[in-house]
DNA sequence: TTGTAGGCGTTATCAG
DNA sequence: CTGATAACGCCTACAA
């Protein structure tokens, strides 16, 4: 591989034209400009990332924790942030921390250890006044789909609240008033705010919230089957049940069907999330969707902005959810 | 960040010193690591990455290619080789290639330009010339999910034929006989294998395979749809039908429902590759597990054994597909 | 077993 | 506008 020393040498210039001319960053005479162009052509030179890197202390990698690798979420976030990244000429180091305290500090450390330039995390486990500590540090960190309010401009956030209400207020729109709720994980933000928005609904319509008709599960399928035998074996009465994500719905779904539910007739369904199989479920399920793609581009542009000081680029830190509606909710029939 | 060198000042010993207690690549006597190590300690002293690979020309970084980051698929795969490459402390570094020929080029391009030190790649459009090409250059490749004679000792591939033996059967043993198979595109070596596979299992039983019985689809949901369609259409008879991904067993499943079929009574579906949703469908999908996961982890390895010189590692290059039973197939009834 | 010294390929600061 | 030259932080013969 050519080095930039062979080009300096074969155009008749210093080392440091050339790094001039790579980097644009400086004038250079257009005659010498091209001399040196040529130059990097006949040797097919190509400029040595890790040098550039030592010697400029900037490594044009970005990392990025997510809980997952697989799952349709981070899919989708991934894909958001490395096809605009990459557009940049950035390049994104991923790994992993299972929503587990230690892991995702770990994985912390590690793309630390990787001299990334910023980080993209996407933590469940971790407090906020670990995520607090970590952002006086050096290196840059946003945070996805997280909100801590002392760190309002490295957040990019769903609006789970108005998620929340959304989804409860479609369902009273079809005539619903007994609607039982399978939050997440209450320690969770994401799962506190969707049920807060569920509460909203509920209020503006002056439907009483029981505490008998909440049922507090796990986000996964088995959540969902769950709750939704809680609510059953309870013997409360129930037309709809909106569950905080797509997993538990498709758990409650499974269950009804085996216990002799016909859907969407006997029971609504309302999930969250809109995760890729939500299509797939039957009958299709109705659901909030979470724009986690393009979260997943804005943390990237805010990099950009921040990190690589690129001009306007539109940032916005709120996202807002949308209702999906399909095959999974009836109207309200006595 | 503290250096190299103020570790070894306040050790009291040279860099070179400090340097092979890090790499324990050399004999250091157990008192002066001791020594070292304390002043690792005390500094907080971590190593600078890049300056480590500009000196040993490694950069510990893999690049990882695959045609997108979202998908069950995938997730699974990328799952695979990271958590095995992190636990060794190599990074991953992640692009897309879109299943675009140009794309593609460009994603190993790019990787190549990120000295990465071994590319683990899932290419579909590039063609098999270009990838013997490839594999002659400096940076060892290694292909996940695809098999080029030429290149055995660089592929992880699963026995497609075999699975799509497995696919047909499997009905054939609940006494079907009228078989359609909707294949998935001719010039992937996979879809093609998986027909083979079909049609040797036919023949296996004297059973004459009708080109009536075969549609060519997309691997998308709309091939499944279409599959089913054109062979409803065409007034062809069967009882079952092979699709040979999941994606297309959705669309056939839909397809199917809309069209009066109660499943599995009226019509045996049977999928392809046991993506996440498989087991969301209704009915679930009996399929074929591909273990993209552990084939993953096992491209992981190659590169540990090959590039980074890790022994004892048990190499597999090829990988069998196995029946997953679920709820999609009924007995053959007259 | 330990130390010395010359790179690795760029960037960036000064002069000129 | 251009050229020396000193970093950047570490690895690795070669010596001692």
Known sequence: MATIYEVSKLAGVSLATVSRVMNKNAKVSEKTTIKVEDAMKALAYRPNSIAQSLASSRSNSVGVLVSELHGPFFGQMMAGIESELRAAGKHVIITTGHSEEDKEKDGIEFLFSRN????????????????????????????????VDDLVDNCISLNNELGGYLATKALIDLGHKDIAYIAGPQFKADASARLNGHKRALAEQNIPFYESLLYIGDFKETGGSEGLKHFIDKKVSFSAIVCSNDEMASGSMKYAREHGFSLPDDLSIMGFDNVNFANYLYPKLTTIDNPVHEMGRMSAKLVLQNVYKVKDLNIQHIFSPTLISRKSMAKFQP
Chains 1, 2 share one sequence.
């Open 116 to 147: 990334c330039d910023a980080l993209i995390i996407h933590v469940e486990a971790v407090s906020d006044e670990y995520l607090i500590e970590l952002c006086k540090g050096k290196v840059p960190i946003y945070l996805m789909s997280r909100h």
